[in-house]
Structures are given as C-alpha cells and as structure tokens.
C-alpha cells in the first residue's frame, strides 16, 4: 500500500506542470525502453565511451589524431575499416572519449583493445520544468544593476530545447558587441543572424542533425530569458503578471546550444555541446535539466553531466543546474556534485489570484492564470467528483463524470495524471461551469498557476481537503469563483516548492545539497509560439513551474557576480551566491516548505538567493579544480574512475585523502557517531575592506556541540587567507538518531557569512 501510494505521488507530481512538460514526462519511459531493450544482439545504442591517449602522445595531442585514434576504436565494416558511421560525437575537452552507436557485442570486442577505459549506454535526461528580478531586490539604475554590473561582457551558454530567435526578450536594443574571444557559430541556416544578445545558436541533437536550433517547445526561450532576457514592456499572459519582462542578467549575452527536442535530452548531446560551449568561450553553463523521476543517482564517474561540469570549472566557467523535481521525498536530488551549483524552487511574492467563495462565506484564496472577466460572481452549485469513490472521477479523467451530475456546477477535481486543460476540456464537456482543482498532498500549498482556457482555481491540498468537508458538511454546497487578478505581496514567501527536490545528497553526503533555492514557481518568461494551441491567443509569454525555472535565475545572478568580479573563481562565485543567501521570509520568519512547516535544511540548502548580498559577501570560501583531487579519493574512488572525471592521471595512494566534509565548501554536511568528535579546517579569504574584523557566531545545535578556533580573524589586508577549525562533538548521552541543523555565520560590520550545518546522528 505504501508502495503504491509513493508510486503514484511520483506520477502526479511529474504531470503537475505545464501541459507541455506532461507530453515530456510521458513520451521518456518510451525512448529509455528503446534505447535499453538490448535482448536483441544487433540492436544498438548509443554508448559514451572514454579512453585513455596512446601511451606514445603527449598531452597535447592534436584534433585530427584525437578523431582518429577515437575511430580506431570503432567495429570493422565487411570491407576492413572503421565503421565512421558509427560517431555520434567525438569530445575534444569534457572528457578523453566518444559517443558511438553500438552494440553490447561490439562494445565486449571494444574492452580488448588498449586504451579502452570504460563504456557505458547513455543516460536519458529530462527537462526540469516577470516579476523575480524585483522579488530578488534588482532594480534599474540602483545597487546590483547599477551602471556596470548587469553581466556586462558575460556570456551565458543554455543548454536546452533551442531558442525563438525573434521573441523580443532577445532583441539586442543597448547591448555591446560580445567580447573578442568569443568563438561560438550561429546556425539558423534560413538567414536568421544572431544579434549582440543572442550570440551563438546551435543544434547538439544527434537524432536531428542539420535542423536549426529552433525552440518548437518553448522551454529553452523561457530559461534563456530568465537568464538574461532583455526589457520587454507590457509582457503579460492573458492580461495577468503584467510589467516589464527582463532577465536577471540584462546586459549578459546568450549563447544557444540545442540538446533537448520537445521531448528527450540524450547525454551524449549535452555533453558534445559542453564541449564546444568550453571552446566557444562561455563563462556561465546552465542547465535546467537532470536524471527523471523514477531513476537513481550514479556515483560522479558515471555521472556524464558532473564530468562534463568539472571540464567547465577547470576552465574556469560556472555551471549552474537545476535540483530536479522529485521532492518533497528525500535524498531525490539531481546534479550533486560539490563543483555545481544546485538550484532548488521557491515560490514568489507574485499571486494570479483567484479566490472561493463558499456557499458558508469562508473564502479560499488560489491561483488562475485564465482570468476571464465577464465571469459571474454568484455562487454555483458545488461537486466533488471524487464523491463516487472513483478516483478516475475524483481526477475528473476524461469521460469519468459521465454518471455525476455536473451540470451547471462548479466541480472540484483532484491534480495528478491528466494535464489540467484535459481535466479542464472533461468539466466543461460534462456541463460543468469552471473547476476547483486541489493540489496533492506532496504538492501542497505550492500551488501552480497553469495555462488553460477553462475558468479553473488551482487550490492548496489542505483547503481543498476543507473544501470537501465543507461540500460533505451540507445538502446544498454552492461556490462563487472570484478572479482578483494579481496580487503582490503574498504571504509567506519565499517557501521550498512541494515539487523541489531534496537532500541528502546521494553521491557524496558529506556535501550539502541542494546549495541555493530560488524563484522556480510560477514564472513569467518568454514562449515560443505553443501556448497559442491551448489558449488561443498570440501570447509570446508563459507561466511555468519547476526547477527548471529557478536553475537560470541562479545562471543569471552568476553572471552579475562574474561581470563585477572578472578575476573570482567559480567556486568563489558560488561561495558568494551561498553565504550571503536569506534564510528568513519576508514576512521575517523562517523560510516554510509546502506543508507550511518550517523548511529543512535538506529542502533550502544555504538558503534564498539575495544578488545584492552575493556581490559583496565579505568573505568567500575558495576551491582550485585540483582540490577535488584528495576528496575524490577520500570519495573511495579508483584512480582511473577520478581521471575519467579530472581529465589526468592520480595515484590517490600519494595524495593525502580528505573527507568529503574537509573540502572548502561552504557548507557542512557531518555524519557524527555517538561520543564522537570530527574536526574540520576552512580556509576564508578577505574580499571586503582590507580591515576587517571578524567575530563568530555559533547557533546552537541540538545534542551536538560546535566550537570554532580562533573565534576571531582579524583580516587587515584585501585578499589576505585566514584558516579556521571547526570541531563538532556529540555527547556520550546523545539519544536520539535523526538530523539536526544550524549554522556558523562569520560576522563584521558591514557583512555576515553564513554557512548551514546539517548534522546526521547516526
Ligand atoms: C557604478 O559606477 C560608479 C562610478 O563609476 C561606481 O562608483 C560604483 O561603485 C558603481 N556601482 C556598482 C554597483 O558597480
Ligand atoms: C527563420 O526561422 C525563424 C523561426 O521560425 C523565423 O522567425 C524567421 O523569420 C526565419 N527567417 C527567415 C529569413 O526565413
Ligand atoms: C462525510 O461526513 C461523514 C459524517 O459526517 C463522515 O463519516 C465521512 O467520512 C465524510 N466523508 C468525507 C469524504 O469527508
Ligand atoms: C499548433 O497548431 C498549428 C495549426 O493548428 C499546428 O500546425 C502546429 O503544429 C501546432 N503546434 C504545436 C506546438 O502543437
Ligand atoms: C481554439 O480555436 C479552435 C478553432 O477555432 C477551436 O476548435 C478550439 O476549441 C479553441 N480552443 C480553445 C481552448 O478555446
Ligand atoms: C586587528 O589588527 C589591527 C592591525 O594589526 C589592530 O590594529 C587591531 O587592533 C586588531 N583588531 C582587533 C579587534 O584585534
Ligand atoms: C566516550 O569517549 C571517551 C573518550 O574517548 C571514553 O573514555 C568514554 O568511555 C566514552 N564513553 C562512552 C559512554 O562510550
């Protein structure tokens, strides 16, 4: 039953997005099933395939003898060669290796061969699906946006499903010309050019090779605005959220690689479009996308997107990814590797409010994108169509309101396996007169304004559970659907969206993840033309939901920290982004989740990003790419497992190994045993005044007690390194099993740093 019950809350999560993320969901258990039904010897896949260099070259191999020492490893044709077409992608930086279409024969005969390091069968990926740069505290001509800093001279490269290239949020009105090393192409090949805000457009899709790098779905449009969406006035879905759309970054330039089509992401792809993005010269990676639903997290030498990010970091680009929409179960996070930054959702101020008004007067505020205003304010009779015990019916499934009587009813139907206009179209063929759609219990209070054409009200699980008491409670239950419009200021926000994926981390729970949440519910972006085949309307924006959307958010913010700190690494700009985030509401208390409990730390991470605070942090916590070294093998990995992912050759047995919570994070993530004590050393360094005097401040842990030595850096100089340790001990007496939280914040006049603590007792 529990089982059963887990399953299905997974579905009905999947399918609570967007009508254009439910054909997604549905069509990926479909091509994971052709690409690993391997019974048959003959059929093929396509593998990644990493090798090592010809012992004979030095590192410096060229391209040409790269491509042909890839090809040796190809099976033979009849005639003695190497089958080229077998290529999918021959990588040049992300790693020593190649995607070929292959057979598990072939790849046994492959494993022979010397220089042959490991294959495996491509993973499949999913896609994790304006008002924010307001929320965010961005503001034209004042603090983060003022004069330089608006990711001026950044390039941010998307890794998605391609982009609209004439939507006005790409428009290049006030833009530079990129910078000079900039090396990216352009290949929309029906005379489309790029401009000096969408520099470089590129189709990665195997599957399609020569087609241009068109967005035919419209989610590559919506996180490339987010990212750096130029000012667009009077941007609007019917009529609602009206203002100027821009992104967070409106001075950075966007560089397209299109790697997912409406419906799959191939690895391979993402991958070879890593590397040329490494090449082209971007500074920023994002990349709202990541493991589905139902599939497991991999260690991070099986984890092509984490091997493909580190490459990006050695070069010194930022790579932010979305945490993925698994929650709110745990240890169902995405993109964990320590070198990404990972993004969960929260919610915004921001309400396209639509209220209930009960038959008993009690009101229940939810939200509508489809606002329609000639709607009658009187109350309608009310339904449940659920009251059957049929829970096709309660999901308003198409034809299950065939035996109920909705005629001339407001009818409240239960979210979950039918994209909402199809529960919508099934209400109104039934004679129904507009919904109320009830969150599921996972879901919550995060509730998702979507795009249909049907006066409908997506509501709370808990008041819908209200609703349907008040509906049993009497023999003539009425409600009235009251469209307010939208409605700044709503309550409680930020919280953690149900759909939000969640700690522990999986691969390596000595890091904290996720590291940041950020606006993700119920955003405004740019659209590619599809919305028009639901709502009939030319409307080029759209409300969406997911951590796909918070994932640019965080890219865009990254960019402004790149632009006003040319010289500061990726892990110093994500230390930035981490310690200076908010862990308070705007309503001053703690950030809550979907429940309206307070949100854990496996759910907020550092916390919400504040881009004002990131500029200026005080304080960063900085890591080279080769520091993961003593880590990976503390990890336990084999040396050829850790140069697959660094690109070189270790010997862990004459590196000194660390623990995972030994790495210059700045979080901590401690698995302590009874009567144990762990003990730690960070590394900070000064970028704020040259003078500056630091005190710590220790919150209280439960069962665990924390002690920082010195308690004081008195830093006098601009860059200057101090070390701290950090030791936590747990009582003999401890008793319980469970995790607890807290925080150490580094505190001066001007700045407070802040990293968050989980402790596992184990
Ligand atoms: C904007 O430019 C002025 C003058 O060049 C400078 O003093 C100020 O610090 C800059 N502001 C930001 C936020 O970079
Ligand atoms: C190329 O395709 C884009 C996207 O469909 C379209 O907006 C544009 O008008 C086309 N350009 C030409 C010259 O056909
Ligand atoms: C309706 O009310 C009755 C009695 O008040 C209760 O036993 C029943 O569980 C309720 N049903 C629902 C669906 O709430
Ligand atoms: C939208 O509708 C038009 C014509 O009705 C059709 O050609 C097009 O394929 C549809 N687009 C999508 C994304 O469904
Ligand atoms: C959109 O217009 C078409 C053709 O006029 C119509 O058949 C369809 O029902 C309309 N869709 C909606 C959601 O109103
Ligand atoms: C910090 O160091 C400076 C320079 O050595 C010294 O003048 C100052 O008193 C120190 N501050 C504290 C609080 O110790
Ligand atoms: C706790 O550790 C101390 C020192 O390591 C040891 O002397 C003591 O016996 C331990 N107590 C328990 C209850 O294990």
């Known amino acids: 039953m529990a089982g059963l019950l887990i399953l299905s809350f997974v579905f009905l999560l999947?399918?609570?997005?967007?009508?254009?993320?439910?054909?997604?969901?549905?069509?990926?258990?479909?091509?994971?099933?052709?690409?690993?039904?391997?019974?048959?010897?003959?059929?093929?896949?396509?593998?990644?395939?990493?090798?090592?260099?010809?012992?004979?070259?030095?590192?410096?191999?060229?391209?040409?003898d790269l491509e042909s020492w890839y090809h040796s490893f190809l099976p033979k044709t009849s005639t003695g060669l190497n089958d080229a077409s077998r290529m999918v992608h021959s990588y040049r930086k992300v790693i020593t290796g190649f995607a070929a279409r292959l057979s598990a024969e072939e790849v046994k005969?492959?494993?022979?061969?010397?220089?042959?390091?490991?294959?495996?069968?491509?993973?499949?990926?999913?896609?994790?699906?304006?008002?924010?740069?307001?929320?965010?505290?961005?503001?034209?001509?004042?603090?983060?946006?003022?004069?330089?800093?608006?990711?001026?001279?950044?390039?941010?490269?998307?890794?998605?499903?391609?982009?609209?290239?004439?939507?006005?949020?790409?428009?290049?009105?006030?833009?530079?010309?990129?910078?000079?090393?900039?090396?990216?192409?352009?290949?929309?090949?029906?005379?489309?050019?790029?401009?000096?805000?969408?520099?470089?457009?590129?189709?990665?899709?195997?599957?399609?090779?020569?087609?241009?790098?068109?967005?035919?779905?419209?989610?590559?449009?919506?996180?490339?605005?987010?990212?750096?969406?130029?000012?667009?006035?009077?941007?609007?879905?019917?009529?609602?959220?009206?203002?100027?759309?821009?992104?967070m970054a409106p001075l950075a330039h966007l560089a397209i690689?299109?790697?997912?089509?409406?419906?799959?992401?191939?690895?391979?792809?993402?991958?070879?479009?890593?590397?040329?993005?490494?090449?082209?010269?971007?500074?920023?990676?994002?990349?709202?996308?990541?493991?589905?639903?139902?599939?497991?997290?991999e260690p991070f030498f099986e984890d092509n997107m984490a091997i493909g990010a580190f490459t990006a970091i050695q070069n010194g680009v930022f790579v932010s990814c979305s945490a993925g929409n698994s929650g709110p179960l745990s240890t169902t996070m995405?993109?964990?590797?320590?070198?990404?930054?990972?993004?969960g959702a929260s919610t915004t101020d921001r309400s396209l409010r639509a209220t209930a008004l009960l038959g008993n007067n009690v009101e229940f505020d939810g939200e509508a994108v489809f606002q329609p205003e000639d709607f009658p304010t009187t109350l309608f009779p009310l339904v449940y169509a659920g009251m059957n015990g049929i829970l096709f019916s309660a999901l308003c499934a198409p034809r299950s309101l065939k035996h109920i009587d909705v005629r001339g009813k407001v009818v409240l139907c239960k979210d979950g396996f039918f994209d909402t206009h199809v529960k919508g179209k099934t209400v109104k063929d039934a004679g129904g007169v507009g919904m109320i759609l009830m969150n599921s219990q996972p879901l919550g209070d995060t509730t998702l304004a979507e795009v249909h054409a049907f006066p409908?009200?997506?509501?709370?699980?808990?008041?819908?559970?209200?609703?349907?008491?008040?509906?049993?409670?009497?023999?003539?239950?009425?409600?009235?659907?009251?469209?307010?419009?939208?409605?700044?200021?709503?309550?409680?926000?930020?919280?953690?969206?149900?759909?939000?994926?969640?700690?522990?981390?999986?691969?390596?729970?000595?890091?904290?993840?996720?590291?940041?949440?950020?606006?993700?519910?119920?955003?405004?972006?740019?659209?590619?033309?599809?919305?028009?085949?639901?709502?009939?309307?030319?409307?080029?924006?759209?409300v969406v939901s997911g951590t796909s959307m918070s994932c640019p958010h965080l890219s865009g913010v990254a960019a402004l920290l790149k632009a006003a700190h040319p010289d500061w690494s990726p892990a110093a700009i994500k230390s930035a982004i981490m310690t200076s985030a908010n862990v308070l509401n705007l309503y001053d208390s703690l950030i809550l989740d979907e429940r309206k409990l307070t949100a854990d730390i496996f759910a907020v991470g550092a916390g919400h990003v504040s881009p004002s605070r990131a500029i200026d942090p005080g304080l960063i916590y900085d890591i080279k790419p080769d520091?993961?070294?003593?880590?990976?093998?503390?990890?336990?990995?084999?040396?050829?497992?850790?140069?697959?992912i660094i690109g070189k050759t270790v010997k862990c047995s004459t590196v000194s190994s660390i623990s995972e919570a030994q790495l210059n994070y700045p979080s901590f993530s401690i698995q302590l045993l009874k009567n144990a004590t762990q003990i730690y050393t960070r590394t900070v360094k000064?970028?704020?005044?040259?003078?500056?005097?630091?005190?710590?401040?220790?919150?209280?842990?439960?069962?665990?007690?924390?002690s920082v030595q010195p308690s004081m850096l008195n830093f006098t100089e601009v860059n200057q390194e101090m070390t701290y340790q950090i030791s936590f001990?747990?009582?003999?007496?401890?008793?319980?099993?469970?995790?607890?939280?807290?925080?150490?914040?580094?505190?001066?006049?001007?700045?407070?740093?802040?990293?968050?603590?989980?402790?596992?007792?184990?």
């Not at 993005?277 to 139902?294: F, N």
Request: overall charge negative.
């Open 14 to 64: 999947s399918f609570s997005f967007s009508s254009a993320l439910f054909q997604e969901t549905k069509a990926i258990p479909i091509e994971i099933t052709s690409e690993s039904s391997t019974f048959k010897q003959k059929d093929l896949q396509t593998y990644i395939v990493h090798v090592s260099l010809p012992s004979d070259s030095d590192n410096s191999v060229q391209f040409h």
């Open 109 to 247: 005969e492959m494993e022979k061969k010397e220089g042959f390091v490991s294959a495996r069968p491509q993973k499949i990926l999913a896609l994790h699906t304006t008002h924010s740069p307001d929320f965010l505290g961005l503001h034209l001509n004042h603090g983060v946006w003022l004069n330089s800093t608006r990711g001026k001279g950044v390039i941010i490269g998307i890794l998605d499903t391609g982009i609209k290239p004439d939507h006005p949020s790409f428009s290049d009105d006030g833009m530079p010309p990129p910078p000079p090393r900039w090396k990216g192409k352009c290949e929309f090949n029906n005379g489309t050019i790029c401009n000096n805000k969408l520099i470089g457009a590129r189709n990665f899709i195997s599957k399609e090779p020569g087609l241009p790098p068109l967005d035919d779905y419209g989610h590559g449009t919506h996180t490339a605005s987010t990212a750096a969406g130029n000012f667009v006035q009077d941007a609007n879905v019917f009529g609602n959220a009206n203002g100027i759309a821009v992104g």
């Open 257 to 297: 690689y299109r790697v997912c089509n409406k419906v799959i992401c191939q690895v391979s792809d993402v991958l070879a479009a890593m590397d040329a993005a490494i090449e082209d010269g971007v500074d920023v990676l994002s990349l709202s996308l990541g493991h589905g639903i139902l599939e497991s997290p």
């Open 334 to 343: 995405s993109n964990e590797a320590p070198w990404i930054l990972t993004v």
């Open 456 to 542: 409908t009200i997506r509501m709370s699980f808990t008041d819908g559970e209200a609703i349907k008491a008040y509906i049993n409670s009497t023999s003539t239950p009425k409600a009235a659907i009251l469209f307010k419009g939208t409605v700044i200021g709503a309550k409680k926000a930020p919280a953690v969206a149900g759909f939000s994926s969640r700690g522990p981390n999986y691969a390596s729970p000595g890091i904290l993840k996720p590291d940041i949440i950020g606006p993700g519910v119920n955003i405004l972006a740019a659209w590619s033309s599809s919305v028009e085949n639901i709502t009939n309307t030319t409307s080029t924006f759209h």
């Open 627 to 644: 520091d993961y070294i003593p880590y990976l093998c503390g990890l336990g990995y084999k040396d050829k497992n850790i140069a697959t």
């Open 686 to 706: 000064n970028v704020g005044e040259s003078s500056s005097p630091y005190y710590v401040e220790i919150g209280s842990i439960s069962e665990v007690d924390v």
């Open 729 to 762: 001990t747990r009582s003999a007496t401890s008793i319980h099993n469970s995790i607890v939280q807290g925080a150490i914040t580094w505190v001066c006049k001007e700045h407070r740093v802040r990293s968050p603590i989980a402790v596992i007792l184990e």
